[in-house]
T-cell receptor, first 112, second 114 residues
Framework: TQLLEQSPQFLSIQEGENLTVYCNSS?????LQWYRQEPGEGPVLLVT?????EVKKLKRLTFQFGDARKDSSLHITAAQPGDTGLYLC????????????FGKGTKLSVIP | KAGVTQTPRYLIKTRGQQVTLSCSPI?????VSWYQQTPGQGLQFLFE???????NKGNFPGRFSGRQFSNSRSEMNVSTLELGDSALYLC?????????????FGQGTRLTVV
């Protein structure tokens, strides 16, 4: 079973601070996806990274896929209260894989 | 374009009962996956259906079952409910469900077993 470990599990920061969330595995993933989930809602896809070393930017969010495709990071610049939520990484393991494996998530609270 | 619709949103059941949850995918999407989300275990994969066929199943007991209809709508059933089945059940749809494709989630069904 392929596992995704996310750290930190909880993060509470002040508005305007920067933060990085990590997603690590001992296995290679063909692609990794990042989701954000708000209480009472389903996860919403933020980005998919496919190529080792790939960097994608989404406004203040920067996503990176490790060269070996075993890890990924999400960096948020100048966090805002609207960034509060549960950040989940998920990956497909390879060809013929029809399931996403999820990390347990990082619960982010941005305090105004 | 309508999103993924799950019904009901909330459900309270008694131990030993059974329950059926419903998921209507985005129009045109043929893959439907089900996940169980709990605070301790996070999101865990239950099963995935494509064109009425189960292609993959997670490590859950046989009390958990599902099916998909010809219009891609899907149902999951849990029999002989246990307290530990209390969770948020999420359905996700995608065009094909294969590697790298986007999965769109519904709001989930919050099941409480008492």
């Amino acid at each position: 079973t392929q596992l995704l470990e996310q750290s930190p599990q909880f993060l509470s920061i002040q508005e305007g601070e920067n933060l990085t969330v990590y997603c690590n595995s001992s296995s290679v993933f063909s692609s990794l996806q990042w989701y954000r989930q708000e209480p009472g809602e389903g996860p919403v896809l933020l980005v998919t990274v496919v190529t080792g070393g790939e960097v994608k930017k989404l406004k203040r969010l920067t996503f990176q896929f490790g060269d070996a495709r075993k890890d990924s990071s999400l960096h948020i610049t100048a966090a805002q209260p609207g960034d509060t939520g549960l950040y989940l990484c998920a990956g497909y393991s390879g060809a013929g894989s029809y399931q996403l494996t999820f990390g347990k998530g990082t619960k982010l609270s941005v305090i105004p | 374009k309508a999103g993924v619709t799950q019904t009901p949103r909330y459900l309270i059941k008694t131990r030993g009962q059974q329950v059926t949850l419903s998921c209507s995918p985005i129009s045109g999407h043929r893959s439907v996956s089900w996940y169980q989300q709990t605070p301790g275990q996070g999101l865990q994969f239950l099963f995935e259906y494509f064109s009425e066929t189960q292609r993959n199943k997670g490590n859950f007991p046989g009390r958990f079952s599902g099916r998909q209809f010809s219009n891609s709508r899907s149902e999951m059933n849990v029999s002989t409910l246990e307290l530990g089945d209390s969770a948020l059940y999420l359905c996700a749809s995608s065009p094909t469900g294969v590697l790298g494709t986007e999965a769109f989630f519904g709001q989930g069904t919050r099941l409480t077993v008492v």
